[in-house]
Antibody, heavy 118, light 110 residues
Framework: EVHLVESGGGLVQPGGSLRLSCAAS????????MTWVRQAPGKGLEWVAI????????DYVDSVKGRFSISRDNGANSLYLQMNSLRAEDTAFYYC???????????WGQGTMVTVSA | QSALTQPRSVSGSPGQSVAISCTGT?????????VSWYQQHPGKAPKLMLY???KRPSGVPDRFSGSKSGNTASLTISGLQAEDEADYYC??????????FGGGTKLTVL
């Protein structure tokens, strides 16, 4: 069975850092592009970051460029999102997804909540 | 990228059909046949319902169909069922890695 399980969310003060993790199983992780998508409470979905199979290609939504870094460990079947200089507007559920290409995401984790507040 | 435009809400009675629109520009929806749709029940993760405008992943009922005309894509749900009540989001390829999502549509089954 296919699984994506996120962890690492929590409460952090503005300016702080968090590292989200996503454990993948049930599919060939090392052959999959992966993305992070977030959803602020009561709001819509927002694409955050993408990484290709070997980690050499990465991109980010403008609002997190220079603050967030996406990475992966194919040996551990894991995806990561390092979030620095966090702001209140980064408060959201963060979902790990498998990107099947051309803006379609066919697997989603259950999400992990990040709250940025003093 | 600007978010795609969806109606805030739509509604229908069981057995009826409803359509949800998703309007973008020639740089996203109108420029590519790569629009996807997601269903999200309260407190749950989104689920892919359609991709490449009208293709259904395995397990998605054929009551869900998609189409596109110009800069507007549509998701149609026929034979509405109570379990279809959820939020629906569209997303479009836009020529880069950074795809816009729609703002979401709340479907109410009356």
């Amino acid at each position: 069975e296919v699984h994506l399980v996120e962890s690492g969310g929590g409460l952090v003060q503005p300016g702080g850092s968090l590292r989200l993790s996503c454990a993948a199983s049930g599919f060939t992780f090392s052959s999959s592009w992966m993305t992070w998508v977030r959803q602020a409470p009561g709001k819509g979905l927002e694409w955050v970051a993408i990484i290709n199979e070997d980690g050499r290609q990465r991109d980010y939504v403008d609002s997190v460029k220079g603050r967030f870094s996406i990475s992966r460990d194919n040996g551990a079947n894991s995806l990561y999102l390092q979030m620095n200089s966090l702001r209140a507007e980064d408060t959201a559920f963060y979902y790990c997804t498998r990107d099947r290409g051309y803006a379609s995401f066919d697997m989603w984790g259950q999400g992990t909540m990040v709250t940025v507040s003093a | 990228q600007s978010a795609l435009t969806q109606p805030r809400s739509v509604s229908g009675s069981p057995g009826q059909s409803v359509a949800i629109s998703c309007t973008g520009t020639s740089s996203d929806v109108g420029g590519y046949n790569y629009v996807s749709w997601y269903q999200q029940h309260p407190g749950k993760a989104p689920k892919l319902m359609l991709y490449d405008v009208s293709k259904r992943p395995s397990g998605v009922p054929d009551r869900f169909s998609g189409s596109k005309s110009g800069n507007t894509a549509s998701l149609t749900i026929s034979g509405l069922q109570a379990e279809d009540e959820a939020d629906y989001y569209c997303c479009s390829f836009a020529g880069t890695y950074t795809p816009p999502f729609g703002g979401g549509t709340k479907l109410t089954v009356l």
